[in-house]
């Protein structure tokens, strides 16, 4: 199994700054990641996701970075805008090929 | 057009009672699943099925019977309805079935339980 975490629950951030989400997972068999976005009232939705045999992801505005050593994943987005804020979760696929999902952490971004 | 749809959006019922849920994918995806999202936004997949057979079946209780009569369908029956099954419940999809290949999943936008 897996057991996913977001270091903080909560982020507040000022609109045009660079945001960054942290999360730890627990297994080191963990061969995929994926970061989603949940605004408020929908379902999850995909952003961006990672391999363990890369270190680094990028997409538009934002970028997945993955330090198996330390099992530690993040995602930075870049020039943060009001659409961004939303509940982030971070997941990884164990070897018993279940997605685990974190708790998630809620990004407010500031006027 | 919506990739994958749940009905009802809400769902308000008596507890004791026998509830389903419906879900719909028009994506041509050969896997979907159930997740239940708590009042902390936990998410905690439930039940994963490929192609009409059950493939991941957590520790859900037996009460909560998943039903795929085809590939993209899956619906969520739930008996003996209670307190603690109040929730949010998604349905997802993905072409893989996370054995190896590219696991995005793409969600529903919810079912919000609540059991009186």
Known sequence: GENVGLHLPTLSVQEGDNSIINCAYSNSASDYFIWYKQESGKGPQFIIDIRSNMDKRQGQRVTVLLNKTVKHLSLQIAATQPGDSAVYFCAARSNDYKLSFGAGTTVTVRA | ?116
């Open chain 2, 1 to 116: 057009d919506t990739a994958v749809s749940q009905t009802p959006k809400y769902l308000v019922t008596q507890m004791g009672n026998d509830k389903s849920i419906k879900c719909e994918q028009n994506l041509g995806h050969d896997t979907m699943y159930w997740y239940k999202q708590d009042s902390k936004k936990f998410l905690k997949i439930m039940f994963s099925y490929n192609n009409k057979e059950l493939i991941i079946n957590e520790t859900v209780p037996n009460r909560f019977s998943p039903k795929s009569p085809d590939k993209a369908h899956l619906n969520l029956h739930i008996n003996s309805l209670e307190l603690g099954d109040s929730a949010v419940y998604f349905c997802a999809s993905s072409q893989e079935t996370g054995r190896g290949g590219r696991d995005e999943q793409f969600f529903g936008p919810g079912t919000r339980l609540t059991v009186l």
